[in-house]
């Protein structure tokens, strides 16, 4: 097995080196300091899994996360000191498999891993139970249900508000008349459930601007 570990504090790579090396004796490790070599090394090498911390020197985990996943194999998990469902939701719809908190990585990391190369996804025990993620899986839910009411020129609308295209330059991407714009922003505020006055849609997309992302890839 091949693994790579991307953290900026060297006393914690070598801990986590350790651990690692005592429950897989077989495994290869690269270890990284900054986010760019750790992409670069994964997209050429495309290891087994890569443990990756968020916060990093020139590129953070999440972003690498995104990059690799889109683009290799390589199995991500996602090791940080932020106990936090909200990042624990950016985390997976950027593609990681496995969720880590560091105050507990000893005791997890181990049954994280082979969760992961057997096939399935991992959340840190922390995680699985709190109240706090369940209410933003419900209220995600709500907004999924929500976007699934928009016609496919409704979403494509909607993604352009979000990238604060005005109805002029929506009109010109779309190929349709400014009227028509117009006519797709009140059919969404109207379905969206939102006053169509004051900029609220353009407000409303950009409170959920990665959600909208989301949806529009599973649509």
Same mark, same amino acid.
């Given at each position: 097995?091949?693994? @790579?570990i991307a953290?900026?504090?060297? /006393?914690?790579r070598?801990?986590? /080196?350790?651990?690692? *090396?005592?429950?897989?004796?077989n495994v290869?490790?690269?270890?990284?300091?900054?986010? /760019?070599?750790? %992409? =670069?090394?994964?997209?050429? !090498?495309?290891?087994?899994?890569?443990?990756?911390?968020i916060?990093?020197?020139?590129?953070?985990? #999440?972003?690498?996360?995104? =990059?690799?996943?889109?683009k290799?194999k390589?199995?991500?998990?996602?090791?940080?000191?932020?106990?936090?469902?909200?990042?624990?939701?950016?985390?997976k719809? =950027?593609?990681? $498999?496995?969720? #880590?908190?560091?105050?507990?990585?000893?005791?997890?990391?181990?049954e994280?891993?082979?969760t992961? #190369?057997?096939?399935e996804?991992?959340?840190?025990?922390?995680?699985?139970?709190?109240?706090?993620l369940?209410? /933003? %899986?419900?209220?995600? %839910?709500?907004?999924?249900e929500?976007?699934?009411s #928009?016609?496919?020129?409704?979403?494509?609308?909607? *993604?352009? @508000?979000s990238?604060?295209?005005?109805?002029? %330059?929506?009109?010109?991407? +779309?190929?349709?008349? =400014?009227k028509?714009v117009?006519n797709?922003?009140?059919?969404?505020?109207?379905?969206?459930?939102?006053?169509?006055?004051?900029?609220? +849609?353009?407000? $409303?997309?950009?409170?959920? *601007? !990665?959600?909208?992302?989301e949806?529009?890839?599973? *649509?």
């Amino acid at each position: 097995m091949h693994f @790579v570990i991307a953290d900026d504090h060297p /006393i914690f790579r070598g801990g986590l /080196i350790s651990l690692l *090396k005592a429950d897989f004796p077989n495994v290869q490790i690269d270890e990284f300091s900054d986010g /760019i070599s750790a %992409e =670069n090394h994964i997209l050429s !090498e495309i290891p087994d899994l890569a443990i990756l911390d968020i916060d990093m020197p020139e590129k953070n985990g #999440l972003e690498v996360c995104l =990059n690799i996943s889109e683009k290799v194999k390589t199995r991500v998990i996602i090791l940080t000191m932020y106990n936090d469902a909200e990042m624990l939701r950016k985390a997976k719809a =950027n593609g990681a $498999w496995g969720y #880590l908190v560091k105050d507990n990585t000893s005791d997890e990391l181990s049954e994280c891993i082979k969760t992961i #190369l057997s096939g399935e996804r991992y959340i840190a025990k922390s995680l699985r139970d709190s109240k706090l993620l369940q209410e /933003i %899986e419900r209220k995600h %839910e709500e907004i999924h249900e929500k976007l699934s009411s #928009l016609s496919q020129t409704e979403l494509k609308t909607l *993604k352009l @508000v979000s990238q604060k295209f005005s109805s002029k %330059e929506i009109a010109e991407l +779309l190929f349709v008349s =400014n009227k028509s714009v117009e006519n797709y922003r009140s059919r969404i505020c109207k379905k969206l459930m939102l006053d169509a006055r004051n900029n609220s +849609l353009l407000l $409303w997309v950009l409170d959920h *601007k !990665e959600l909208i992302e989301e949806y529009r890839e599973e *649509k």
